[in-house]
């Protein structure tokens, strides 16, 4: 049996017998059926066939017992091989034998029954720079306001994590007495250009006192749950816990928009450089953000998808929080077309406890090739 048996690697092993004399070189076959799990006998591991892919691995630096590390294997796959040695007379060939590389875990994936919510940071009023940016899109936004209105940007992702997939939203424009507050007071509008709006819901939220901190439900629509969110406005009374997120990138960059009039991350006033921050919100609550991702920091100026969304594989994307545990402190869910950016890139949705994650947590985002 292999020494070693990984997602995508073995490291494999034979030994010479007693009637290996004046060997010359050693190695192995290896290889597997495309289409099946079922064992390749010596002859499809030396000669190959039809739906066979296979490999000769030789080494002359000669040993009893000779290993060999394999790479670029299939996950949860049968994979056959045999060992060899070569002399004089001819090559002398061991039995095959078998092994099943192991199954890669499962993509964390977000219910489908669920709305992810992020208050975008907008102001009726232009130029209000305090907490508060023109039209700051889908993904990043505070639960915090400085003023009295903000925009509730609301979708639904697909439990597959492809936006093309995601609840249609917009329903939500023409159910707006199901929205409520507490305390009261609230008042709720469907968000001017909304109309145009052909996935997600965008909901003016107006009417917010001083110093309050207001808790907003979101009615249920066919599929989707109903849902509760904090949003504070100015400084309320009470012990509140925000977390703003530090990223930690390998392989990735925070993705970068600028496609007509709508713009991400692209370091201007309408479009800051992206920050994400959860909270600010009671012990206990739980936050969400959407982080969309690119292997470039080329800007994207197109609907169309970039060539990492063509070419992502969610198996190789991996995020951890810096001293905290995954399960209790932060959930993450992966989207092979995010649900911001129109889905052009992959990305994350991010959600965490602010009173567990502390005030400034380092969130590790790696993508391997």
Known sequence: MPLTIGETTATISASLTNDSVNVTSEGFYYGYKTASNTALTLSELINGGAGITRFTVTNSNVRNKFVKDITALPSNKLISYAGFAINSVGTGNGAVQTFTTKTPPPVNRISGIEYVIVPAIADVTTGNATDEVVHRNLGYGSFFKASGDCYLNISAPSNDGLRANGTVTTSLHSSLSGFSSSPSGLTFAAANGSGSNTKTASIYVDNFASNTSYQIFIPSITGIQSKTIRINNGAPSGTYFTSTLTLNLTGVHVANADI????????????PNATYILGPVLSGEKERCIIPLNNTTSVITSTSASSFASSFNAENLSVTVTGKT????????????????????????FEGTPSLLGSTPTVNITYTT
């Open 326 to 349: 995954e399960g209790v402190d932060f959930d993450y869910y992966v989207e092979d077309t995010s649900t911001s950016i129109f889905g052009t890139v992959p990305g994350i949705i």
């Open 260 to 271: 007509n009039s709508y713009e991400y991350n692209h370091n201007t006033s309408i479009a």
